[in-house]
Antibody
Framework: QVQLQESGPGLVNPSETLSLTCAVS????????WTWIRQPPGKGLEWIGYIYYSGSTIYNPSLKSRVTISVDTSQNQFSLKLSSVTAADTAVYYC???????????????WGQGTLVTVSS | QSVLTQPPSVSAAPGQKVTISCSGSSSNIGNNYVSWYQQLPGTAPKLLIYDNNERPSGIPDRFSGSKSGTSATLGITGLQTGDEADYYC???????????FGTGTNVTVL
């Protein structure tokens, strides 16, 4: 059973860069898509973007100018950087595996437990 | 703001059935598979349904999914107190080039 674990600072100053890492265990990062999703307190889910193990990325247009997702296959992990953060970026950030089998749809089959990131000085 | 609309809440007595609708457009549900996620209080979402109506291993057949045109529906039969959670639909949106989630529906067991 694939397991994902987010890590990173729980508090970020406004205007700075939020950085999180997702470690993948009990499975290889190769040949899959990996994604970040966030959920502001008391609100719904928002997809941030995905990265293929080869390094190609697609970002949510609403966040594209501030987001960078990268992958380190040697460490079996991938990372998120979100720049110029404001209080509106306060949320629980989840990493997940994005499945897209042949002739099938897109869906998130494995999720991390999530990590709360608060933007405040 | 989500492009997929769900009712904010639904409720029913134990053992009864509820359905949750997810309304979209031709750029998302109309041309892509839909998945559904269950989020129990204080936990990460869990995949419930994928490809409109497929259940991952371990998901009971009390949960079912369907799609017609630009709308999708999640059904839960034999409602249990453990089903109290938020439920989200999701799919790829061709126009936005982004994955989109529904607004979410809270299920309450009376």
């Amino acid at each position: 059973q694939v397991q994902l674990q987010e890590s990173g600072p729980g508090l970020v100053n406004p205007s700075e860069t939020l950085s999180l890492t997702c470690a993948v265990s009990a499975g290889s990062i190769n040949n899959y898509y990996w994604t970040w999703i966030r959920q502001p307190p008391g609100k719904g889910l928002e997809w941030i973007g995905y990265i293929y193990y080869s390094g190609s990325t697609i970002y949510n247009p609403s966040l594209k100018s501030r987001v960078t997702i990268s992958v380190d296959t040697s460490q079996n992990q991938f990372s998120l950087k979100l720049s110029s953060v404001t209080a509106a970026d306060t949320a629980v950030y989840y990493c997940a595996r994005l499945a897209h089998p042949y002739n099938s749809g897109w869906f998130f089959d494995y999720w991390g437990q999530g990590t709360l990131v608060t933007v405040s000085s | 703001q989500s492009v997929l609309t769900q009712p904010p809440s639904v409720s029913a007595a134990p053992g009864q059935k509820v359905t949750i609708s997810c309304s979209g457009s031709s750029s998302n549900i109309g041309n892509n598979y839909v998945s559904w996620y269950q989020q129990l209080p204080g936990t990460a979402p869990k995949l419930l349904i994928y490809d409109n109506n497929e259940r991952p291993s371990g998901i009971p057949d009390r949960f079912s999914g369907s799609k017609s045109g630009t709308s999708a529906t999640l059904g839960i039969t034999g409602l249990q107190t453990g089903d109290e959670a938020d439920y989200y639909c999701g799919t790829w949106d061709i126009s936005l080039s982004a994955y989109v989630f529904g607004t979410g529906t809270n299920v309450t067991v009376l």
